[in-house]
Structures are given as structure tokens and as C-alpha cells.
């Protein structure tokens, strides 16, 4: 499974963006798939993922800001709203054919593919 993310950019704080992932293969559908993010000098932080049933989970330093969806393409998507600098980082896509836990308690470890990632910048 390859994933390809875009969307990042340059915003001023208080503005949006929206991400999106594209992946290689079909089968996603049956896979969990999540959106982390790291700061220069920090550890990889997950965000939110979608189980194959709908079913969402997000960190609470996104919550009520970010929302992860997917379309009938598998595309997935990570629309983010009010953004502030704290949220500058590189944001990955991620998949798993395991269900999705809580992403809270999930880490780098429980995603087997990843994208390149993109950079959004907030100013």
C-alpha cells in the first residue's frame, strides 16, 4: 500500500486547510487509516483515525477543530479549521489492515504504511 499525501501549505493562524491521502490500492477500505503529525525536535503525535465501519477517534489537542473523513474513492481526508502556529508540523497519512484503537493510545508502531508526508506551515 503506497499513500500520498497533499494539501499542506502556508496559512495564517485562525485559517484552514484541508489534507488528503491518496492510496495505491483498493483494499484500504478494509483498513484503519489515521493522520499523525511531527514537530521539528518532537515525537510523532497521532491525530485521528477512521475505522472501516466510520467510526472516528481524535486526540483531544484536535479535537472540535479537525475532522478526518474518507469518500467512496478511499480518499482520505484531514479538514482542519482554526489552525495556530502550536499546530505547524509535517502531517502523515497512515493505514493499518488491524482495527483502529483509540488514537490516543496508538502509536507509530501500530501503522504499518505510511505517506511521505506533507508540511503545513501556520503563521
Known amino acids: 500500500v503506497q499513500l500520498v499525501e497533499s494539501g499542506g501549505g502556508l496559512v495564517q493562524a485562525g485559517g484552514s486547510l484541508r489534507l488528503s491521502c491518496a492510496a495505491s490500492?483498493?483494499?484500504?477500505?478494509?483498513?484503519?487509516m489515521g493522520w499523525f503529525r511531527q514537530a521539528p525536535g518532537k515525537e510523532r503525535e497521532g491525530l485521528a483515525s477512521?475505522?472501516?465501519?466510520?467510526?472516528t477517534s481524535y486526540a483531544d489537542s484536535v479535537k472540535d477543530r479537525f475532522t478526518i473523513s474518507k469518500d467512496i474513492k478511499n480518499i482520505l481526508y484531514l479538514q482542519m479549521n482554526n489552525l495556530n502556529p502550536e499546530d505547524t508540523a509535517m502531517y502523515y497519512c497512515?493505514?493499518?489492515?488491524?482495527?483502529?484503537?483509540?488514537?490516543?493510545?496508538?502509536?507509530?508502531?501500530?501503522?504499518?504504511?505510511w505517506g511521505q508526508g506533507t508540511q503545513v506551515t501556520v503563521s
Open positions: 490500492t483498493t483494499t484500504v477500505r478494509y483498513y484503519c
Open positions: 477512521i475505522d472501516t465501519d466510520g467510526t
Open positions: 497512515a493505514a493499518d489492515s488491524l482495527p483502529c484503537g483509540p488514537i490516543r493510545f496508538q502509536t507509530s508502531e501500530d501503522f504499518g504504511f
